[in-house]
Every structure is written in C-alpha cells, then in structure tokens.
C-alpha cells in the first residue's frame, strides 16, 4: 500500500467514524427518554400513555422535518447541516437539563431535538455517498450501528446516572457526545461540492420511495416500542429497574455486533438489500412476540432475537436506497426516513394506550405483528432497490 492509499484509508475511516459519532449525539434523546420512562414518569406523575406523547412528539418532529431537512442537504451540504444539528440538540439537551422542571418544557425540546436528528441523518446519509467509500455497504452498517449504540449508552445510564445522580445528569452526558461530533465534523467533513448536490435528482421513482416509506413506518413502529419500553416491561415482568436498563443496554450491543456482522458481507452479497431486509425483520418479530409472555427468564432471552434481528433491516434497506441514489441520497433518504419517524411517532403513542388498556402482553402482540406488516411490504418492493 502508498502513502496515498494510507492516506485515503485514514480519510475514510475518520468519516465513518464521524457519521457514527453525529448520528449517536442526535438520536441519544430520543432513546434516552424511553430509557428513563420509570423515574421521569414518577417525578411528573404521568400515565404510560400521556408518556407515548412526549416520546411520541421527538419522532412527530423529525417525520414533518426529515423531508426539509433532505431538501435542505442538498443545498448546504453535509458540513453545514451537520455543524447546526449538533449545536442545536447541544442546548436543547442541556436546556432539558438545567431547566426540565415541567414536563411540557421536556416535551418541547424534545421536539426540537427531533427536528435536529432528522436533518442530521440526511446529512450524514450524503456524507457517505459523497466520499464515495470503496466499501458503502460496511460503512452504512457501522453508521446505522450508531443508532443502537446510543440506545445502549442510553441503557447504561439507568443504572449508572439516572438512579445515582438523577435521570437529568443523563441529557448532560447526551451534551459532551454531541460536541464531540462536532469537534469531529470541522475536523474531518469538508466543505465544498454544493453546486453538484443542488442539481442532484433521486433515481429511484417517486412510487419505489413512497413503499419503502410506509414499510419502513411498520417496522420502525416496533422498534421504537422495542426500545420504548423494553425497561418498563422488565420490570413488569420481574427484573429490577437496574437489569432492565443494563438488558436494554447489552440488547442494543448484540444488535450493533448484527448490524456490523451484515455489514462485513454486504458489498459483496448477491441477495437484494430489501430481501435480506424483509427476512430479518420477520425472524424479529417472532422475538418481539416472545416478549408477550410475563416470564422474566424468557423476556431476557428473547430481548437478544428482538434486538439482533427485529434492529438488522435499516442496514439494508438504507444500503439499498443510498446505493441506487448517489449524491441524491439526502433527498431519497429523506423521503424514506419521514416513514421511519412517522412508525417511531406513533409506536410511543399506540402502545402507551395498549399498556394502559391492555398490559404489555397484547403491546407486544401489537408490536410483532406491525414488524410482520412491514416486512411483507418490504419484500413486496425489494426489485425496486435492487
């Protein structure tokens, strides 16, 4: 290998590793406040499903903004967007801690924070495009893995932050992740190119996109329910508030080290992206399902199939959409995306009434068959992304 090739490898690591970094600093709240459902909802004395709203009102934001915030991508480019993203969920998490006293000022900023993660994960969807990686499919799958992570961290901080130092001392540890994003995005993103990306066009047709949305609404309906209250329903089903939040924690790792797995062979895989989409999201919802029984060995078991395969379809079915869309993939993905915080919105809301009505047995009923939905519809446009 040259000087140059090392110098290349170097380039393109430190901007995947910047996307993963960006992506964990934007979505940390979104999962933070499900991570934290147990003390926040005993402090403001709310219900599970007035709880659903305000982690609900996070994705409600991005869905209306993760079109603009597309559009807006391809005008500023990625060092732009992704500089204001990161000041903005800075100060909207530290505003939560240092004046969260009322449980409509959480909600507030947590819409803002929403709004942020959508711009955000347009923004570092056309970074990796634009740097034109030899190995997309990897780099899509370590970027996406940043999701998990961040429910992971936000996992941890129950047992390590939340019941020691209080669940706002969470929100001041999403602070310095976001700003150390932002040290690596004017470090390692470069400015530049905007021209090309304005006159940018999505390949994939207006009908391809429009599926690919609402499939991605059913599932990402489940995997927010997953991530929601996978906490609270331990604890339901006999575990501590501590090894709830370290299960949601080491669940979310298992299903980084999927992701990642996947990623390794992707570039080089002769099965289409929204295949392999649709079967992982069907084997998750048999994972989901297992979490119906209130069996506190089995609820542990299973979290780890949930996880592992119900969290492995965004990795291809955002290879699939970047890779047919080029310099485009702001614009496409951000269509594609307001279908993912659309099924996250709803997913809080919905089963925040299933719990109250119902209990956790028929949420997750409800959550394994919406996985299932949404992998028919998947696999029903998987020539469209081929």
């Given at each position: 290998m040259t000087d140059t090739d090392r110098t290349a490898d170097i380039s393109n690591r430190l901007i995947v590793v910047t996307t993963v970094v960006a992506t964990v600093g934007c979505v940390y709240p979104g999962f933070l406040i499900g991570a934290v459902t147990v003390q926040v909802r005993d402090e403001f004395d709310v219900s599970a499903a007035t709880y659903g709203w305000a982690m609900g009102t996070y994705f409600l934001a991005a869905t209306f903004a993760s079109i603009l915030g597309g559009r807006l991508v391809q005008r500023v480019g990625p060092r732009?967007?992704?500089i204001g993203c990161l000041l903005t969920t800075m100060v909207a998490q530290g505003?939560?801690?240092a004046i969260g006293e009322s449980f409509g000022v959480i909600v507030a900023l947590l819409a803002v924070c929403g709004v942020v993660n959508a711009a955000n994960q347009t923004a570092v969807n056309l970074a990796l495009t634009?740097?034109?990686?030899?190995?997309?499919?990897l780099a899509i799958a370590l970027k996406q893995s940043g999701m998990p992570t961040a429910a992971m961290i936000s996992g941890a901080t129950v047992p390590l932050l939340a019941l020691t130092l209080g669940w706002r001392s969470a929100f001041v540890l999403g602070v310095g992740i976001a700003g150390a994003a932002l040290v690596l995005v004017l470090r390692v993103i470069e400015p530049g190119g905007v021209e090309t990306l304005r006159t940018a066009r999505p390949v994939s047709t207006r009908r391809a996109l429009f599926w690919s949305m609402i499939g991605g609404a059913f599932l990402s309906f489940s995997a927010g329910g997953l991530t929601s209250w996978l906490v609270a329903?331990?604890?339901?089903a006999g575990l501590g508030e501590g090894m709830s939040g370290w299960l949601l924690s080491i669940g979310a790792a298992f299903g980084v080290g999927v992701?990642?797995?996947w990623g390794l062979r992707m570039d080089a895989m002769r099965a289409l992206p929204y295949s392999m989409a649709a079967l992982m999201a069907g084997v998750g919802a048999f994972g989901m399902l297992g979490l119906a029984p209130r069996i506190t060995a089995l609820h542990v078991v299973v979290t780890f199939l949930a996880f592992g395969a119900g969290w492995s379809w965004p990795v291809f079915t955002n290879f699939g959409?970047?890779?047919?869309?080029?310099?485009a993939a702001g614009a496409a993905s951000g269509v594609?995306?307001?279908?993912?915080?659309?099924?996250?919105?709803?997913?809080?809301l919905v089963t925040g009434w299933t719990i109250d009505e119902f209990g956790y047995s028929w949420m997750w009923v409800v959550v394994a068959t919406c996985m299932a939905i949404g992998a028919a519809i998947t696999y029903a446009v998987r020539e469209e992304f081929a």
């Open positions: 732009r967007q992704l505003l939560i801690a634009r740097a034109r990686l030899p190995r997309l499919g329903s331990g604890v339901d992701r990642l797995f959409i970047m890779r047919a869309n080029g310099d594609t995306q307001m279908g993912i915080y659309l099924g996250v919105f709803l997913g809080p």
